[in-house]
């Protein structure tokens, strides 16, 4: 026999929530058990009820929802998380996984596709709307790969920046005002955070970060 699912949303919107309730349950498979219009209440009856499923609207007044899906995830690890966003937002989509979201979904999609991405949960698989492997959209490598980056001085991230551009060692020691030796020195520091060996490598990681924050907040 399958499993009822005991289910937490929440929203901004306690009549959109209500139509969300009822969908969820017409199939049996799906008890919504809390339904909540702030994060504060929200987070608190998640990590009390820790529920198999969270529907959670991306963005509320008290802010993203990414303020407080890891305290979720961390307390609740076995719950998964289905993000509600206002538009079709591909580029949320690995972020929002990192911190621990099981499928991004827009608010515009059918209860049919909501209903298919929380079976598909069930059986242990994570759906992406196939528009966006037609349109071009592939995964990218973890940001979590990335931290070294996160580790860069001003001056370093500044140095990474103009390589990536094509300048010339002799030309960052001009902007700089350090001589051509501290660059080497610089280089040497950074690519032990970054963790690579070759200058090709720090500038494939450095400009894949550089890509990732584009998206993220653009």
Same mark, same amino acid.
């Given at each position: 026999?399958?499993?009822?699912?005991? #289910?937490?949303?929440? !929203?901004?919107?306690?009549?959109?929530? &209500?139509?969300?309730?009822?969908? $969820?349950? @017409? %199939?049996?498979?799906?008890?919504?058990?809390?339904?909540?219009?702030?994060?504060?209440?929200?987070?608190?009856?998640?990590?009390?009820?820790?529920?198999?499923?969270?529907?959670?609207?991306?963005?509320?007044?008290?802010?993203?929802?990414?303020?407080?899906?890891?305290?979720?995830?961390?307390?609740?690890?076995?719950?998964?998380?289905?993000?509600?966003?206002?538009?079709?937002?591909?580029?949320?989509?690995?972020?929002?996984?990192?911190?621990?979201?099981?499928? #991004?979904?827009?608010? !515009?999609?059918?209860?049919?596709?909501? &209903?298919?991405?929380?079976?598909? $949960?069930? @059986? %242990?698989?994570?759906?992406?709307?196939?528009?966006?492997?037609?349109?071009?959209?592939?995964?990218?490598?973890?940001?979590?790969?990335?931290?070294?980056?996160?580790?860069?001085?001003?001056?370093?991230?500044?140095?990474?920046?103009?390589?990536?551009?094509?300048?010339?060692?002799?030309?960052?020691?001009?902007?700089?005002?350090?001589?051509?030796?501290?660059?080497?020195?610089?280089?040497?520091?950074?690519?032990?955070?970054?963790?690579?060996?070759?200058?090709?490598?720090?500038?494939?990681?450095?400009?894949?970060?550089?890509?990732?924050?584009?998206?993220?907040?653009?």
């Amino acid at each position: 026999m399958m499993k009822v699912w005991r #289910v937490v949303i929440v !929203g901004c919107h306690p009549t959109s929530m &209500l139509g969300t309730k009822l969908i $969820l349950e @017409e %199939g049996g498979g799906l008890i919504v058990q809390g339904m909540y219009s702030t994060w504060s209440e929200g987070v608190r009856e998640v990590l009390e009820m820790k529920p198999d499923l969270v529907l959670a609207d991306y963005q509320m007044p008290e802010g993203n929802v990414e303020t407080v899906l890891p305290e979720m995830k961390n307390n609740s690890e076995h719950s998964h998380f289905i993000i509600m966003t206002e538009e079709e937002d591909k580029e949320l989509f690995q972020p929002l996984l990192e911190l621990g979201a099981s499928g #991004v979904l827009s608010k !515009g999609a059918s209860s049919n596709q909501l &209903l298919l991405m929380i079976e598909s $949960l069930r @059986e %242990g698989f994570l759906s992406v709307p196939l528009k966006w492997i037609q349109r071009g959209y592939r995964p990218v490598t973890s940001t979590r790969s990335l931290e070294g980056v996160m580790q860069l001085t001003q001056t370093e991230m500044f140095i990474m920046e103009r390589i990536v551009q094509g300048i010339t060692y002799d030309k960052i020691a001009l902007e700089i005002e350090v001589s051509r030796r501290s660059i080497d020195n610089y280089l040497r520091k950074i690519y032990v955070k970054l963790e690579v060996t070759t200058r090709a490598q720090a500038i494939e990681k450095y400009a894949l970060f550089s890509r990732q924050n584009k998206q993220i907040y653009a």
